[in-house]
C-alpha cells in the first residue's frame, strides 16, 4: 500500500510508517558529538499517526505487539524519516523572480521586487502563485514556513485559503509599507493596519494558521505605522511579528538618516514595541554586542539566510557571536533573493558561510535548526519540530540514496553523522522521497 493510497481516503484513519526515525529533543551544541539527550535515532522505528497527530514513536518491534489488527503498515525500510522542514523567513510573492541577475538590497528591491510585487493586486495571480508556492515548499520537504506576502491583503487571503486547503501550518502577513516604495504597493499608513486588522480576524488561529504582522523595513513605513504594528502586537499577544534588520550597510546608513532619534536599527523597532518573543528579524548580518544582548534579553529570533546573504553580497552572519549571546536563531531560504527553496540547499549554504568564518556548522546543529530549532524560535515547539507523542504529524521521507552520487557516498559513511553531513551537502528535492503535514501525504517524488 502507498502512502498516498493510504491518506486520501481519510486523515481521520490510524496509520503506522515504519522506517528509520531521527528527532531532536534538544539543542545539540556545537561539537561533533551531540549533547546527551539531546538526539532520538530509531534503525528501525515505528511511527503512528492518528486524526492528525503522532500516537506513539517507538522501535517497531516494540510497538508491533501494541498494534490494533488490520491497522495499515506502510513500509519504508530504507528511507529515514524526521520532521518536516521549517523555514522562517521567505517571500512567496518573489518566487518569479528568482535567479534575477544579482544587484544589491536596495538596487533588488527597485529593480526586481517592487515590479514583481505590483502583479499581487490580480486575485487571480496571487492565487495561482500561492498554489504554486506551496506545491514547491512541500516538493523540498518545508511543511512550515513564516511567509511574506504583497502590501495587497487580497495576496494574503489567497495565501490562507490555499494552505487552509491543504491544513497547512504556516505564518503569514501582508506587508505594511506606506512610503518610498511604488504607489501602487504603497499603504495608507492607518489604511494598511485596518486591513491587517480584518486579515487577523479572519485567519489568525483558523485550523493551523497565524498571523505575522509585517512591516517590509523600517525604511519603507513611518513612524506612526511601526507604533500601530505595535498597537496590534500589544492587543494581541498571539500574534507574530516579522521583519528585516541590519541586512545591508546602504540599508543602516538610510535607516540612520530617516531616523535620527534613534540610536541604531534595533532601537528603531524597540520604539514602536515591535522586539519580542515572537518576533523574528531576517539577516542581522550587521549587528554588534549590544544590538545582540538586547534581542536576546527579548527573546526574540533572527532569520539566517545564508545562500540570500551570499547572492545579494549581503554580508557574512556570524552565528558564533549570536549563539554567544545567547540569541535565537533560525534558518531560512528567504526567496526570492535566496537561490533555493530547499532547507537542504540552505543548510550547505550554513555551513559554507560558516567555513569563511571559521565556525563550521555540523550535521547535527544544521537539522536542529531546520526542525526543532527553528520551531522553538517561532514559538511553535509545542505543535511541531519533534517525532514525539502528541505532536502534529508533520514530518518528512527522506531517500539518501535518491543519486547514484549521493547512494555512492552515503554508501561509504560508517556514522550517522556522516550521512547526514553528505545528505545536507549533496542532497536537493530528490531525495525528498514524501512530505507529510497534519497526517496527510502531501508530496510523493514518485507521483511528480
Known sequence: ????????????????????LLSFDADPGDGDTPLPGSVRHLTDGALWLENGHIRAVEEFEHLAAQLPDGIEIIDHRGKLIMPGFID???HYV???????????????LNDYTFPEECRFASREHAETMAEAFLEELLRVGTTTAQVFGSSHPGSMDAFFAASQRRELRMLAGKVLMDRHAPEALTDDTLGGIRDSERLIADWHGKGRLGYSVTPRFAPTSTRAQLDAAGGLLRSDPSLWLQTHLAENTGEIAWVAELFPESRDYLHVYEQSGLVGP??????????????RTRLAERGANIAFCPSS??????????????????????????????????GLATLKAAYQVGQLRGEALTAWQGFYALTLGNAQALSLAGHIGRLAEGME?????????????????????????????????????RAIYETWANGRCQHRRDDS
Not at 518573489?94 to 538590497?105: K, P, V
Not at 515572537?278 to 544590538?291: E, K, N, V, Y
Not at 551570499?310 to 531560504?333: K, P, Q
Open 1 to 20: 500500500m502507498t502512502a498516498t493510497d493510504a491518506i486520501t481516503d481519510s486523515r481521520g484513519g490510524a496509520f503506522v510508517l515504519r522506517a528509520e
Open 88 to 90: 522562517s523567513h521567505v
Open 94 to 108: 518573489q518566487l518569479e523572480i528568482m535567479a534575477s541577475f544579482g544587484r544589491q538590497l536596495l538596487d533588488w
Open 278 to 291: 515572537r518576533s523574528t528579524f531576517a539577516h542581522g548580518i550587521h549587528l554588534d554586542d549590544g544590538m
Open 309 to 342: 546573504n551570499m547572492f545579494l553580497g549581503s554580508g557574512l552572519f556570524d552565528r558564533r557571536a549570536a549563539r554567544e549571546a545567547g540569541m535565537n536563531v533560525s534558518m531560512a531560504s528567504d526567496i526570492g533573493a535566496g537561490t533555493d527553496l530547499s
Open 393 to 429: 504529524a508533520d514530518f518528512v521521507v527522506l531517500d539518501l540514496a535518491a543519486t547514484p552520487l549521493l547512494a555512492r557516498r552515503t554508501a561509504r559513511c560508517q556514522t550517522l553523522a556522516e550521512r547526514m553531513f553528505a545528505l545536507m551537502m549533496l542532497g536537493d528535492d
